[in-house]
């Protein structure tokens, strides 16, 4: 009983040290993503919770997107503190400048919508990578 | 009939406990509890602290409130360090430090962390460092109003490039 207890507490962490929540990010790490996001620009999906432990610079790069849209992200401290949005295509990264220490969100959206649904309902979805490196 | 009976209840139950998006807490609610109900006012008061919210799940709005609310607290006792140092040429003795709510939410050790940063950068007596985080267009200084009680007004960052 004890066994099995321990080793679900220790699957849970994995999983979430596995999804990067909370974990401390220094210069050099780099933390990647893999989200369904939404075709529709004003949809916010947050693809990345992180810690910024001291001052430095983020940047975030969109590996790749199927179907192929260009994201619009901006990062969002614990504290209501934001960058500015930037637009990032595929295969391209962009700085956000120097964040000062919190916790963060990633947040994207489509840069303006797009159907990624064919002849569905709505614009769907598009399956989306990449990484957030802290320099 | 029956099950309409049964299922009426529960949905009005659910209904009564759903947060919608536009759901603003009460200035005296406990997610406030502990902390400068001027602060609170004014977050609460602020079209940005509302758009942080509002792009949030449900169970992530508190901690937000609360952070906003530490941190309109932290920028300005930022700013009242910084226009003591520039007029008497050095910092002063007592440095700010957070007020504690009565239910911390997970916001608060960032809180906690961003004062200990800006403790850090008035220990290291060059106030530039400390000029240099207000005016940070990703940090506080950017969108907390430097006077209580002036949404509209000039922000920290503009305040403080005002006082040189």
Redesign the interface.
Known sequence: MKASRLLSAGAGALLVLSQGFFAGSASGATESFSKTVSCTNGTYTNVRDWTQVTSGTVSVRQASSNPQIIGRYHLQSSLGNNTGAQNIGDGTAKSFGTLLPATYKTWHTAASSVNCNGSGIGNGNSATTGSVTHS | MMRLALIAPLLLTLGAGCSAANDIPDPAADVFAGLDPTAVSDVLGSR??HD?VA?LQADDRN??WQ??V??FS?CRDMLATYSIWLSTGTPPDDLPSPRVPMRPE??FP??E??YE?YRGLIRSGDASQLRA?LT?????G??VPAEPGSPDGPTVADAVRSAG
């Open positions: 940005a602290a942080n792009i901690s937000m952070g906003m530490g941190n932290l997970p916001s960032d809180v962390t961003s940063f985080a940070n267009p990703s940090g506080c950017a969108w």
